[in-house]
């Protein structure tokens, strides 16, 4: 089945680039997905790519996908205090496309 | 509300009582899922309806756990006999299109999650 991992934790200052990583096992996923989780929060879907694109770019985000090593990335520009927040990828899997979700990255956002 | 709700946001309960929890998800959401997500860790699927039927129940862990969806809206997730490893978050999601009856994947909405702590 699916595995999806992620490094656990990122801090960058305000301002900076953040790029949260994620490397996944099953090539068969049609969608990628990006999920925010704040504290108290439910998971808040930011981005998602098509597994045909190599890029998706969305206001601040951009989302980088390698079919070749199974490597999704999520770039944020000009990061702020309030994108602290733990950052899920997740892949779909099987026939009634459940999320297989990464372990999460915290990010740490420095004023 | 527009989103996914889900009640209760809190449960704490003794070791060996039943639980129910609810999730209404978004008007007309064909879709719903349920995952449960431990501490320090990502969701993991538990059980998919498609409208009132349940197509996939292969996550959930042991014949404690079941759930039900019987008017295809709202869903009742139910564990019996609790036991202090089932304390966890519980995330219910929907999504507008029958992940059976169409190729192609739909945006999963989230509610808020109950948080079920066993003493």
């Known amino acids: 089945g699916e595995d999806v991992e992620q490094s656990l934790f990122l801090s960058v200052r305000e301002g900076d680039s953040s790029v949260i990583n994620c490397t996944y096992t099953?090539?068969?996923?049609?969608?990628l997905y990006w999920y925010k989780q704040e504290p108290g929060a439910g998971l808040q879907l930011l981005t998602y790519i098509f597994s045909n694109m190599d890029m998706k770019q969305d206001q601040r985000l951009t989302v980088l996908l390698n079919k070749k090593d199974k490597h999704l990335s999520l770039r944020i520009a000009d990061t702020q205090t309030g994108d602290s927040a733990i950052y899920f990828c997740?892949?779909?899997?099987?026939?009634?496309?459940?999320?297989?979700f990464g372990t999460g990255t915290l990010l740490a956002v420095q004023p | 509300g527009a989103g996914v709700s889900q009640s209760p946001r809190y449960k704490v309960t003794k070791r060996g009582q039943d639980v129910a929890l609810r999730c209404d998800p978004i008007s007309g959401h064909v879709s719903l899922y349920w995952y449960r997500q431990a501490l320090g860790q990502g969701p993991e699927f538990l059980t998919y309806f498609n409208y009132e039927a349940q197509q996939d129940k292969s996550g959930l862990p042991n014949d404690r756990f079941s759930a039900e969806r019987p008017e295809g809206s709202i869903s009742t997730l139910t564990i019996q006999r609790t036991e202090q490893r089932d304390s966890a978050m519980y995330r219910c999601?929907?999504?507008?299109?029958?992940?059976?009856?169409?190729?192609?994947?739909?945006?999963?909405?989230f509610g808020p999650g109950t948080r079920l702590t066993v003493l």
């Open positions: 999601a929907s999504s507008l299109v029958s992940a059976v009856d169409m190729t192609g994947t739909d945006t999963q909405y």
């Open positions: 099953d090539s068969s996923s049609t969608y």
């Open positions: 997740a892949g779909v899997g099987g026939a009634t496309n459940k999320l297989i």
